[in-house]
Nanobody
């Protein structure tokens, strides 16, 4: 089992940067694919980015490509989301998740992640 704790959210202005962290407990961190999802006001939860167990495969939703960078540091059991050039539409609660994904159970589907953090609020003012 994996417990996940996000941190790093806050209130920023458009164009600013934030780095979210997701600290995982347990030795199983390296066994899981990891993802970031977000849920904006009045919206469904949506996929943001994912990184494979090895770190070799990385995926982003189109709206954050070129602005967000996902990474993981196995030695620290931690995943990161570097968010640059933030926009008001990035305002959401951001969740990290751990799971096993594949072509049958794709990385962009929240249902394929078994473990979730409590979320961290990111608010971007215009």
């Amino acid at each position: 089992q994996v417990q996940l704790v996000e941190s790093g959210g806050g209130l920023v202005q458009a164009g600013d940067s934030l780095r979210l962290s997701c600290a995982a407990s347990g030795r199983a961190f390296r066994s899981y694919d990891m993802g970031w999802f977000r849920q904006g006001p009045g919206k469904d939860r949506e996929f943001v980015a994912a990184i494979s167990r090895s770190g070799d495969n990385i995926y982003y939703t189109d709206s954050v490509k070129g602005r967000f960078t996902i990474s993981r540091e196995t030695a620290k059991n931690t995943m990161y989301l570097q968010m640059d050039s933030l926009k008001p539409e990035d305002t959401a609660v951001y969740y990290c998740a751990a799971g096993i994904t594949s072509s049958t159970f794709p990385y962009y589907s929240s249902g394929n992640y078994a473990y979730w953090g409590q979320g961290t609020q990111v608010t971007v003012s215009s």
